[in-house]
C-alpha cells in the first residue's frame, strides 16, 4: 500500500473534521430519517421567510413543490410576484379564509395549499394525503364519502379532516406531524391490506369504480 493511500485512510477513519467519513459521520448519517430530514429542511426554509419576509421567497415554494408536489412544478406562472404577495396576505386573514386565497393562484389547489399552510402553521393545518384519508377510513374514522380526490374540489371537506386530524392532536397530545408519519408508516406496511378492504366494500365499489 502506498504512503498516499495510508494518509487518505487515516484522513478518512481517524480525523475529527466533520467533513470526513469518521465514526461521528457514519452514526450520524445512519441514522437520519432521509423524509424527515428533508421535511425539516423545507420547514425551516419557511420559518426563516415568514420571520424575515414575511411571506415565502421563490425558492422556499420550489423547495415545497419538490417534497411534495413535483408535478405542480409545470404549472408555476414565470412572475412570482403574484405568489409572493399572496402568501403574504393569506398571514393576516383568519384560518377559515386562508385555503380559499391560496387556490385562486395558478397550478395551486386543496392539496397543495394544506401543504403550504402547514409549513407555515405547523400545529394548525394538517397535509391532506392519499395514505393517511385511507387509513382513517380503514381505522372508521372519517366518512366513507371523503377521499383524496373530492377533498381535491372541496374546501369544507379539507376543513372536515382537518378537524379529525386536530382531534387526535388535542386527544393525544402529538404533533400533526407525528400523526401523519404514524399513518402513512402504518400504511406503508399494511398497503395491500388496507386497500383490500376499502376496495371490497359497499360504498367502495359503488362509488369509486
Known sequence: MNIRLIEIEQR???SGDSKMINKRFIEKW???DL???KYEYVKKLVEKDIKT???ISEFTFRAILKWKAKRARGYLEENYEQYFKTFKEVLELPNNDKIEKLITLEGIGVLLASTILHFIYPNEFPIIDKRTIDMLQYKDCIDKNISRESVKGDVNRYYYYRSIIL???ELYKLSLRQIEKALSKYHNLFESKIDYKLKTSK???ENIF
Do not use: Q
Request: charged letters at 30%; zero cysteines; aromatic letters at 22%.
Open 53 to 55: 419576509k414575511k411571506s
Open 167 to 169: 382531534n387526535l392532536s
Open 203 to 205: 360504498f367502495y365499489r
Open 35 to 37: 423524509e424527515e430530514y
Open 30 to 32: 445512519s441514522s437520519i
Open 12 to 14: 478518512i477513519f481517524t
